[in-house]
């Protein structure tokens, strides 16, 4: 007899494909799984076929990925960008699947030959189409690499997981719409916290997006982005980050009339060879206050850590067409500030007015969205 899926996976699956996507009876949906167990892509083909979509798949590896990057050349990856573009041009809905089992195999893949990745298949392939014409949503899966990160059992960061991914997005997502309405009629932004941060920028005009898990699981923030030239000022993060493979501790930039002309971590000359990737790379593109309940502390994966509760991220590159300043780079490098009193608090001041103090809502409308109240 065949053994039984886990409950939670096929909860999660549903949650993907009902929910994230809303996939419809005839469409197409494309699971790309990278290093994720076969027992969940096959449970998201089951759920998806059960609702009438005609599912694809695409399985990849990252250790495959590494030697396919190290040789690579541009005509080697647009020949690849050909076939997958072709294939999310034919879709409708997109589930992107990334497990870790070593987060740093790409770490000594070189900048250079990252960048013609990214300038073929993933701008032609997913800046391109799957996040412009598609119902789209991308997921880490959690193993041992993961749980390590977070510093926790595996057993214990599962269950910390399913929580995580299974939560009530659609409960969230009323919650945020005050927050969008507070965001939409403001004007200059403050964020002040510990050591020298304190920076200023107008986010008029821009438009405010909700994520409630129709794009990312896990999820929980509104993001918008900075007038371009208008980030003045200092910020140092203190979550640490994990970007082309390499781990930057206390990341401290400085901007001046929008553009970033200091920049400081644990790996400085790193950071600052993706700061020069391009012109828009020392602008920023995004601004975005995590509210996920669930996830309380930096575990080094961006899709947790953007969302942790009480936190907000600013982004060096480029912009999203729902919510543009005009920022255009390859580069797109979301970098967190936990304001929580655990890591040293922090204020939050819209036009003047405190609306977060060491990461909990003040204002009467936006206290629903304080942890309590979303668990």
């Not at 089992?101 to 701008?123: C, F, G, H, M």
């Not at 969230?172 to 403001?186: I, P, V």
């Not at 997006?209 to 993060?237: M, Q, Y």
Request: glycine share 6%; aromatic share 8%; hydrophobic share 40%.
């Amino acid at each position: 007899m065949p053994a039984m899926t886990d409950p939670r996976i096929s909860k999660l699956a549903d949650v993907l494909v009902n929910y994230s996507c809303a996939v419809k009876s005839g469409e197409f949906i494309l699971i790309e799984a990278i290093d994720v167990p076969h027992e969940f892509t096959t449970e998201c083909v089951r759920v998806a076929a059960n609702a009438g979509a005609r599912p694809l798949v695409m399985l990849k590896s990252n250790q495959v990925q590494r030697a396919l990057m190290l040789p690579a050349t541009t005509e080697q990856w647009n020949v690849i960008a050909d076939v997958e573009e072709l294939q999310m041009k034919s879709v409708q809905c997109y589930i992107g699947a990334r497990g870790n089992p070593n987060v740093s195999e790409l770490s000594d893949v070189p900048a250079e030959r990252q960048r013609i990745y990214e300038s073929t298949v993933w701008k032609r392939v997913h800046s391109a189409v799957r996040i412009k014409k598609t119902r789209w949503v991308v997921l880490r899966w959690p193993g041992p690499a993961m749980a390590q990160l977070a510093q926790m059992s595996t057993e214990a960061f599962e269950n910390f997981y399913f929580d995580v991914c299974t939560m009530d997005y659609a409960r969230m997502g009323r919650a945020m719409t005050a927050l969008q309405r507070r965001m939409e009629s403001t004007d200059v932004v403050r964020i002040k916290g510990p050591r020298d941060t304190d920076l200023t920028f107008s986010i008029k005009g821009i438009p405010a997006i909700p994520c409630d898990g129709k794009l990312n699981i896990p999820d929980g923030e509104v993001f918008t982005a900075p007038v371009r030239e208008s980030v003045n000022g200092v910020i140092h993060f203190n979550a640490p980050t994990l970007y082309r493979g390499t781990t930057h501790e206390n990341v401290r930039l400085v901007f001046r009339s929008g553009r970033i002309i200091e920049a400081a971590s644990s790996s400085t000359d790193k950071l600052n060879e993706v700061l020069d990737a391009d012109a828009g790379a020392r602008y920023t593109g995004e601004f975005a206050i995590g509210v996920n309940p669930w996830i309380t502390r930096p575990m080094k994966d961006i899709l947790f850590d953007e969302k942790i509760a009480g936190s907000i991220h600013l982004t060096p590159g480029r912009c999203y067409d729902e919510a543009s300043n005009g920022n255009e780079s390859e580069i797109h490098w979301d970098l967190v500030l936990i304001q929580t009193p655990e890591y040293g608090g922090g204020e939050i001041y819209f036009d003047g007015t405190l609306i977060r103090k060491d990461g909990r809502f003040i204002t009467h409308d936006l206290i629903p969205l304080n942890p309590e109240n979303l668990k």
